[in-house]
């Protein structure tokens, strides 16, 4: 029994650091999209936009990430994976840019949702950064 529990905690682990900031960024996007639980097609354009713009992948591995990044989320238990890749990856401005862009999705259906604004608010704490930058972040994405 034992060495099942170990070998979950290893395979986690694993799987964890195979993320790339990229994947782990898309992730947190999903996230919020999906906070109102409900999955718009506008926000999922405007991942696409975001993604396509940090990447410059084609809309075939837009999709294909957005894909992976619904199953990646679907999956997960806690946000803590996705931005700890992050925030030891990317400097403030990065992580403030992507609070930006998280900003852009919940307002991407013309409807800021208590769930998205909440979502966003804990994600930006697990970046490590101030209320100021959630703050900013916010009036930015309007814009």
Known sequence: MLDRIL????????ETEQLT????????LIEVMLADLEADQRERDCIAQILARRTQGSVAEINHC???AIERQAQSHDLYQFTRVITDNWD???RYE???DLWRVAY??????KYEDHRIRRVC???HLHHSHFI?????AQH
Request: glycine share 2%; hydrophobic share 50%; no cysteine.
């Open 92 to 94: 403030e401005d990065q």
């Open 7 to 14: 070998a979950f905690f290893e395979n986690k682990t694993e």
């Open 98 to 100: 992507l609070v930006v």
């Open 108 to 113: 991407a259906d013309g409807d800021l949702d």
């Open 125 to 127: 704490e697990l970046l």
């Open 136 to 140: 900013r972040a916010k009036a930015a």
């Open 21 to 28: 900031v990229d994947e782990s960024a898309a992730v947190l």
């Open 66 to 68: 957005i894909d992976t």
